[in-house]
């Protein structure tokens, strides 16, 4: 089935670190935010690293701003039967270098995970900003545990 990205990015005119994952999961989707799958940690390791509440949308959204953080993803639209990022197939990305004309405060991008990373790499390595690549916070990539990747997290934002 095809999909387009539901979500506008979340931006700041002081934003320093665009977090950027891959596409949406069916269940964010479903329930309208970014990471909104109940056992995905990308929520829990932020509200753990800053200490701030997460419960709902507006406070995701308060600490996002509060540490000028923002989040997108970077397939505009693909075919897609399941969540899992290797079931994405005839990817169209975002574009990047608008977002980052337009937001020229962005000094770093930090990946949620290899595929996005991967897809970034190959159509927008030339870009001049700095990347890294953070551990996937989705349920399904078990290799590392929450207080590795939160630790890997804090190192980075």
């Known amino acids: 089935m095809h999909y387009t990205h539901p979500f506008d990015p979340i931006l700041f005119s002081d934003t ?13 989707f479903k329930y309208d935010f970014y990471y909104a799958h109940k056992r995905n940690q990308f929520w829990k390791i932020l509200s753990s690293i800053y200490n701030m509440p997460v419960e709902t949308i507006e406070n995701k959204v308060a600490l996002l701003r509060t540490h000028k953080i923002g989040l997108w993803d970077i397939v505009a639209s693909c075919e897609r039967t399941n969540s899992s990022d290797t079931n994405l197939k005839n990817c169209i990305l975002q574009d990047i270098p608008t977002l980052l004309k337009n937001y020229p405060s962005i000094e770093m991008i930090a990946f949620t995970g290899q595929k996005a990373a991967k897809l970034y790499a190959k159509e927008y390595a030339g870009l001049s900003v700095t990347t890294v690549v953070l551990p996937s916070p989705s349920p399904a990539y078990a290799k590392l545990s929450f207080e590795k990747k939160r630790a890997r997290y804090a190192e980075v934002i």
């Open 16 to 28: 320093k670190i665009l977090i950027l994952g891959t596409f949406p999961s069916l269940d964010s």
